[in-house]
């Protein structure tokens, strides 16, 4: 276990270390004050050290193709410079990587959460057989700085002359999509880039900051803009039995009409005939005890006058705007106007669901009915 560079900044504070493996690295909590970092980090004035993610690349002709045939969203024609996102499923369509895509003319970038580019490139190196890829895990070699607007001073890596910076794509639905949520979505226009920089170079950084040229926030700050944009992330809201429509992951993961990969039978069959056995929800907690529950937290609601459990909360946060928040993910049954109980030790914090995933998300293809046998 490593501490970032930025845990040299004046008034960070890093999480308490949960986790003594050689490769994991900590990154600043907060830097004194989460909520102005938040507003800070909004107004694109701050940066946010994402160095605790993974990053893999893919290097020859035939790295695009490869992708394409395994994953989620369509990529055999992603441009130089154009960010996507995609998903690895296992065959009944359950959710094993969630990653963020970059290609660079040259080399394919994948930048994934804390722990899985390791698994993901053993995998993909795999799977390549006669194809022309050569896959690396280059966590080691390059680190993720993030911000809300593209910052011209951060020494961005552009191996191939196109600068890495991936721009989130959760501001819209991407083409193939599909979104489930309703209309008014907190997500349209989210601004989120996350810039590949060579670890060696992550000192100029930091110098940035101590410099005053760049302002710094912590990782609580960034999680709030996250929760408050109902946006998934698979370390947070992610399970083993997690299928993306139960986060609303078609929005910018999935191309519903692109040709065969593992685990679409399962898209396609829930998307156009069923409905996902869980959906996420937003949370708005009551905040008299000032209480935040943690990822896990038990979910419940009174059915028949007894606290049955209904799900777990997967990210919780302060917001800036609109207090304390969670994301959630619930029974699909469970009714949207139902208030919900999470127990935090011996306090139980009350919690009014906004919904994202509707109970009837799915079941697109409207099935005509068959005729009884025996009548004309």
């Known amino acids: 276990m490593t501490d970032s560079v930025f845990s040299s900044l004046p008034g960070a504070v890093l999480p308490e270390s949960i986790d003594d493996a050689a490769d994991v690295v900590r990154v600043p909590l907060h830097y004194g004050d989460p909520i102005r970092e938040q507003r800070v980090l909004e107004d694109g004035r701050a940066i946010v050290d994402a160095s605790d993610l993974g990053i893999v690349s893919l290097v020859g002709d035939d790295r695009l193709r490869l992708l394409h045939s395994l994953t989620s969203q369509d990529l055999e024609r992603l441009a130089p410079g154009e960010s996507a996102e995609t998903l690895v499923l296992d065959p009944q369509g359950r959710l094993e990587y969630a990653a963020r895509v970059l290609d660079d003319g040259e080399t394919t970038w994948l930048v994934l959460d804390p722990g899985f580019a390791a698994p993901l490139a053993a995998w993909l190196d795999r799977m390549r057989f006669m194809l022309r890829v050569e896959v690396a895990d280059r966590s080691a070699d390059f680190a993720v700085v993030a911000s809300t607007r593209v910052i011209d001073e951060l020494p961005v890596a552009a191996p191939s002359a196109v600068r890495l910076d991936w721009i989130d794509p959760w501001a819209s639905v991407v083409a193939g999509g599909w979104q489930y949520a309703a209309s008014d979505h907190p997500g349209a226009g989210r ?71 593992r685990g679409q039978e399962t898209v396609a069959k829930v998307h156009n005939l069923g409905h996902p056995p869980r959906r996420i929800v937003m949370l708005h907690l009551d905040g008299s005890d000032a209480v935040l529950p943690a990822h896990g937290a038990v979910v419940t609601a009174e059915r028949d006058g007894v606290e049955r459990e209904v799900g777990h909360v997967t990210s919780s946060a302060i917001h800036h705007d609109l207090g304390p928040v969670a994301l959630a993910v619930i029974k699909r049954a469970v009714p949207s106007d139902v208030v919900l109980s999470i127990r935090v030790d011996d306090t139980v914090v009350a919690a009014a669901q906004q919904t994202i995933v509707p109970q009837g998300a799915g079941a697109t293809t409207d099935v005509p009915r068959l005729p009884r046998l025996g009548r004309g």
């Open 191 to 261: 601004s989120w880039v996350e810039s590949l920089v060579a670890r060696d170079k992550l000192p100029e950084v930091v110098e940035l900051v101590s410099s005053g040229r760049l302002a710094a926030a912590g990782s609580l700050a960034a999680e709030a803009l996250r929760v408050a944009a109902w946006r998934p992330r698979q370390l947070a809201e992610a399970d083993d039995r997690t299928i993306p429509h139960e986060l609303d992951w078609l929005r910018t993961a999935v191309h519903l009409e692109k040709g065969c990969y």
